[in-house]
C-alpha cells in the first residue's frame, strides 16, 4: 500500500495491454490488474478462433495473439497481476489520488485506465434448460461430429456457427431477426458454410438431445434433434466498482471524451467499455491514445 502508482490500469485485454506497452515507454510507474486472465476475449471468448483484423496478425487463433501481445508488454517490463478483481475505487480526500481495493489488496495511484470491457456475464434467454447451453466456444473439435445449434446473430455466434461447422456432422444458427448484426466478413464466412440458418427463429426450451424453437414470422413451433446448444447474445459487464466511482456513463458504457479522459479527472477509459466499434484494432489505438493522455495530464510535458 505504501507505494503510489503513476497510473493503474484494470484489464488486461488488448487495450489493457496496448496501455502497459506505452506507459512502460513513457515510464510511468504502472501495474496492470486483471480479474480473470491476460488477453481479454482473444484468450478468454475465442482462444481457437482464427484472427484476422488486427494488420500483421494474420492466420493465427486467438490465444496465440493475446500471448504475442503478453509476451511483449512483460519484456517491456509492465507487470500484470491475476487474477486480481478490482472491488472499489474511492478518490483519496485532497482529490489528486485514488485508493484501489482488490479481492487481494490496495493500490493507491495518481490515475487510472479502465479497460474493463465487456465479457462480464454471458446474457441468457430465461428459457427451461437453459443450464445446458455452452456461453463460450475454446475448442471447437471437443463438439466433433455432432449436432450443434448457436443463438445469435451478431459476430460471436457467427463465428462460432462457422466454427463449429467445420467439425460438426450440422450446425443451425438461430437468429430472432432476418438479418445478421455480424460484420460482412462474418457473413460471407457463413455463406459459404454449411451452416443452416434459421430466420425469425426464438429458442423456447432446451431438453436432452433436442430443443423447441419457435418462428416468431410464422408462430410455427419444431423440435429439432440437437446435441449441444451454444447462446451467444452478448454480454453483462461488472460495472458496480465503476458505477460507484460515479462516472458518466451511457446505458453499460463509459463516456469518454476525445483524450479518452471521464468525467472525473485522473480517471481514462479504453476498448469495448467505451462502447465504440468493439473491435482490437481500435482498443488498441484507444489504450495508447489514453496513456499518451495520461502521460500529459501527470507530466505536463513542454510540447503539449
Ligand atoms: P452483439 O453484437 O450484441 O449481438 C448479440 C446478438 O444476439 C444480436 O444479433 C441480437 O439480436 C441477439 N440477441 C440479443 N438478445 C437476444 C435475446 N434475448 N434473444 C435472442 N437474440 C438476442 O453480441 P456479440 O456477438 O457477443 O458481440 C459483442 C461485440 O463484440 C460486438 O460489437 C461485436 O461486433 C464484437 N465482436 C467482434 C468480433 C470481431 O471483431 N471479429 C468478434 C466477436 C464479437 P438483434 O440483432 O436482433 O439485436
Known amino acids: ?6 497510473l493503474v490500469i484494470v484489464g488486461a485485454g488488448p487495450a489493457g495491454l496496448s496501455a502497459a506497452l506505452t506507459a512502460s515507454y513513457f515510464h510511468l510507474k504502472h501495474i496492470v490488474l486483471e480479474s480473470i486472465k491476460p488477453g481479454g476475449a482473444l484468450s478468454h471468448n475465442y482462444p481457437s478462433k482464427i484472427v484476422d483484423s ?22 517491456e517490463g509492465s507487470e500484470i497481476k491475476y487474477p486480481e478483481e478490482v472491488i472499489e475505487i474511492k478518490r ?8 484501489l481495493t482488490t479481492n487481494k489488496g490496495k493500490y493507491q495511484t495518481k490515475s487510472i485506465l479502465l479497460c474493463t470491457g465487456t465479457i462480464g456475464t454471458p446474457r441468457k434467454l430465461g428459457i427451461e434448460g437453459e443450464e445446458k447451453a ?10 466433433k461430429n455432432k449436432k450443434c445449434l448457436v443463438v445469435g446473430g451478431g459476430d460471436s455466434a457467427v463465428e462460432a456457427a462457422v466454427m463449429l461447422n467445420k467439425v460438426c456432422d450440422t450446425v443451425f444458427l438461430a437468429h430472432r431477426r432476418d438479418q445478421l448484426r455480424a460484420i460482412n ?3 460471407e464466412e457463413l ?4 451452416v443452416k440458418i434459421l430466420w425469425n427463429t426464438e429458442l423456447k426450451c432446451i431438453a436432452d438431445r433436442k430443443v423447441k424453437v419457435w418462428n416468431n414470422k410464422t408462430g410455427e413451433t419444431k423440435e429439432l434433434d440437437v446435441d449441444e446448444v451454444f447462446i451467444f447474445i452478448g454480454s453483462i459487464p461488472k460495472l458496480d466498482f465503476i458505477k460507484n ?30 462502447g465504440k466499434l468493439k473491435r482490437i484494432p481500435e482498443a488498441i489505438g484507444e489504450g495508447h491514445l489514453a496513456v499518451y493522455s495520461i ?3 501527470l507530466r505536463n510535458p513542454y510540447w503539449t
Open 1 to 6: 500500500m505504501s507505494e503510489l502508482y503513476d
Open 54 to 75: 488486427y494488420l500483421g496478425f494474420r492466420g493465427m487463433k486467438g490465444k496465440e495473439v493475446a500471448n504475442k501481445m503478453i509476451d511483449h508488454v512483460k519484456a
Open 92 to 99: 483519496n480526500k485532497e482529490k489528486k489520488t485514488f485508493t
Open 134 to 143: 455452452h456461453y463460450v466456444l475454446c475448442d471447437p473439435e471437443e463438439f
Open 185 to 187: 466478413k462474418n457473413q
Open 191 to 194: 455463406k459459404k458454410s454449411n
Open 245 to 274: 466511482l460515479g462516472i458518466k456513463m451511457e446505458g453499460n458504457h463509459i463516456i469518454v471524451n476525445s483524450s479518452m479522459q471521464t468525467s472525473l479527472q485522473g480517471v481514462y477509459a479504453a476498448g469495448d467499455i467505451t
Open 295 to 297: 502521460y500529459k495530464y
